[in-house]
């Protein structure tokens, strides 16, 4: 195997053969010891004679940026030609060393032993007393992930199950047969892409940095020295707490994500640390995929998926021209174009993956970076899980320090001091604010901005995004910060995973929802018809009218059976009532806001309409009613027990209802001519449990809520299991 490195003009040149005999007798082979590590002073293999002169730097690279357990990795040298080489192998996470041997010059392949855990490992390699001169991209170590091996069929995203097994010690699994879940249901990426990026910045021809530059290099190899992390290691701090804090964590590198649906087949949570600027196509679609699939992403990160890259030479070789006019495939395939992932022609913006984006962050660089210990988020939604247990209410400062040296924000619009992403920018409308923190005096030390935390839904699975780089340097130090990373790894890990109800606002007194024209319509216990935006976030109720001893609302789904977009309600006294559903007073020619349209049964507290069909539940008698609303003046006929239901909506043709004891169920809208159809309890659980719950529907999303508690969302109802 020939040793390359990457010259100047970005070709591999060839090695330096070596000069003079070897030493004789056999090297160890990297195979390690099987016992402890020996104690005292490092073995330096064969003891030269006096010291030996200074040679030219060490530099060392390897094939690849991560391997599995069981498998190999190769490792080439040079500026050691004719000398015996030490290498020591370190866990970085644990600062274990796994092994010490003396290697042969200029190739060596390290058997990686299957008992050796999935981490980020650092080789670091020198000649024994030997004074060679280091470079200032520490060209002598080189980084590398080990990923856990499986057997076995995998298990998808979804369940938070862990009941597979890793490869048994020393073995390795077949490639492309790595198909069994891991007990750790977390997989950490390191983001090698964007330490390659940073690699020589600036140098001409060899550096991806900076887009300025007009001889700044447009590829780099992955198979050349240096492309470890950078000095201020924004990565450490996330890694080194997660042992301490008890979490078994499986590692890989973000190069691994390129086609990688079937390594994250294995996981329920994919966490992107600190830096990670640079991503494939291939990498994006993958962990888009995963989301979908069920699959849930913590982005403690900023900065994110900023620029696109393309991977060659079999996932050796990264091209960004950072530039869509010098790039060649803008006009073959302008997916691909190597620019930021928000700019023509790719415009496909980051935040449709991480909510959030640099492009409205903020980044001070320099001396300005010593600001970043003075910053601190400000809560925006402290009843929100996320928040759980740390004891935070909205208004107050958290976090200070965690902000920098880069951030990511998203477009906000704020009502009554609580703000909501806009998703003019691509932020998904499902994305919940957090926490956020001005940083437009940022404007001084780079660049003026904000930062934003948050968490959203993407398909069937769930995304948070800290929105910034400095995250990690907190944690072991701030309690606050702790527990907001515990929140997210346990509850997006599965191994706190909740109740499938998330809180959408601060207790009030609402006790009758329907979601009509997209707003979302409530009655109060004080007679008043009040409206938000249909959203996650804790937006407040805004009176708009009259709801006189309204009990129940409902409101026809949009173009369904010729009936016009209206609310519908039913009173104590068992009024059906009627009225346009604008967020503003509506009075009617007599004066009134409601128009009395027909009459409920006696003691109705749910209401719902499905194609053309009123439907009502009365408690008392556990009945369920129905009306053609095309013949209101007809008497309302019992379609049969009404499963124990208090409230009702209408989500995708199909009826949606609430117990008194917290279930949820669901059946079809079947009417008097379709025989008796019983309710099922969902897929999902039900809401807490409280005799007054009343529930809406929007898009695919149920609303619940009683006096006294909180405005709750349920993202995702499944059907009764089969």
Request: charged content about 20%; overall charge negative; glycine content about 12%.
């Amino acid at each position: 195997m020939t040793a390359q490195s990457t010259s100047a003009d970005g070709s591999p040149p060839t090695a330096t053969p070596p000069t003079g005999p070897l030493p004789t007798g056999p090297l160890p082979t990297g195979t390690p010891p099987t016992g402890p590590l020996p104690t005292g002073p490092l073995p330096t293999g064969t003891p030269p004679t006096g010291r030996l002169p200074t040679g030219e730097p060490l530099r060392a690279w390897a094939d690849r940026t991560s391997c599995v357990q069981g498998g190999e990795l190769a490792f080439h040298l040079t500026g050691a030609a004719g000398s015996a080489v030490r290498v020591r192998i370190t866990d970085a996470v644990s600062e274990q060393t796994r092994l010490i041997a003396t290697v042969r010059a200029p190739d060596w392949t390290l058997a990686v032993p299957g008992e050796w855990p999935s981490s980020l490992y650092r080789a670091t390699f020198d000649v024994p007393l030997e004074n060679r001169p280091t470079t200032d991209e520490a060209e002598h170590e080189v980084w590398f992930a080990v990923r856990a091996a499986f057997t076995g069929p995998a298990t998808p995203a979804g369940p938070a199950t862990s009941t597979g097994t890793r490869a048994p010690a020393g073995t390795r699994a077949p490639a492309g047969k790595a198909t069994r879940p891991a007990p750790s249901r977390i997989l950490v990426s390191i983001p090698f892409a964007t330490w390659r990026a940073y690699t020589h910045a600036g140098q001409p021809h060899r550096g991806l940095y900076y887009s300025e530059q007009p001889y700044r290099a447009a590829r780099v190899s992955f198979a050349s020295p240096g492309g470890g992390p950078p000095p201020e290691r924004w990565e450490e701090g996330l890694l080194r707490w997660l042992p301490a804090a008890g979490y078994q964590v499986d590692f890989c590198s973000g190069l691994d994500l390129h086609d990688g649906d079937e390594l994250l087949s294995h996981y329920r949570l994919l966490v992107v640390n600190g830096h990670d600027e640079y991503w494939s196509m291939e990498m994006r679609d993958s962990v888009e995929n995963f989301a979908r699939r069920g699959g849930n992403v913590a982005f403690f990160a900023a900065n994110t998926a900023w620029w696109q890259m393309r991977l060659e030479d079999d996932g050796r070789t990264m091209v960004c021209h950072r530039d869509a006019v010098t790039d060649p495939m803008t006009a073959t395939d302008p997916r691909r174009t190597t620019v930021e992932w928000s700019s023509a022609p790719v415009d496909r913006p980051e935040n449709a993956m991480t909510g959030l984006s640099f492009r409205r962050g903020a980044g001070a660089w320099g001396e300005g970076m010593a600001v970043m210990g003075k910053e601190a988020y400000t809560v925006r939604f402290a009843d929100h899980w996320a928040f759980a247990g740390t004891g935070l209410t909205d208004g107050e400062p958290f976090a200070r320090g965690a902000l920098g040296y880069e951030t990511d924000a998203c477009a906000l619009e704020w009502t009554d001091g609580v703000p909501r992403a806009t998703g003019v920018d691509g932020t998904p409308g499902s994305f919940v604010v957090l926490a956020t923190a001005d940083l437009r005096h940022w404007r001084e030390y780079g660049q003026g901005g904000a930062a934003t935390m948050g968490v959203f839904r993407l398909g069937a699975g769930t995304v948070f995004n800290a929105g910034t780089i400095n995250w990690g340097s907190v944690l072991a130090d701030d309690p606050v910060a702790d527990r907001i990373t515990r929140n997210v790894l346990d509850r997006l890990s599965g191994a706190a995973p909740g109740d499938g109800w998330d809180a959408a606002g601060a207790p009030d007194e609402v006790r009758a929802l329907a979601a009509c024209a997209s707003v979302l319509f409530g009655a109060d216990t004080r007679g008043r018809l009040l409206c938000r935006e249909v959203s996650g976030q804790n937006l407040p109720w805004r009176p708009v009218g009259l709801a006189p001893g309204v009990r129940a609302l409902a409101s026809a789904r949009e173009a369904a059976g010729g009936l016009p977009l209206e609310l519908y309600a039913a009173t104590e006294d068992g009024r059906l009532l009627r009225r346009a559903p604008e967020p503003a007073p509506v009075p009617g020619e007599d004066g009134e806001e409601w128009t009395r349209v027909g009459q409920v049964p006696p003691g109705t507290t749910g209401l719902a309409l499905c194609d053309a069909g009123i439907f009502a539940v009365t408690p008392h008698d556990d009945t369920l009613h129905y009306l053609s609303a095309l013949a209101l003046d007809e008497p309302w006929q019992v379609l049969g027990d009404a499963g124990g239901a208090i409230a009702l909506t209408t989500l995708s043709c199909r009826l949606w209802a609430v117990t008194a004891d917290g279930r949820l169920r669901t059946r079809l809208p079947a009417g008097p001519s379709d025989g008796p159809v019983a309710f099922a309890d969902a897929g999902t659980a039900g809401p807490p449990p409280h005799p007054r719950t009343t529930l809406a529907a929007h898009a695919g999303v149920l609303y619940a809520t009683a006096p006294g508690t909180p405005l709750r969302v349920c993202g995702g109802p499944a059907l009764p299991s089969r």
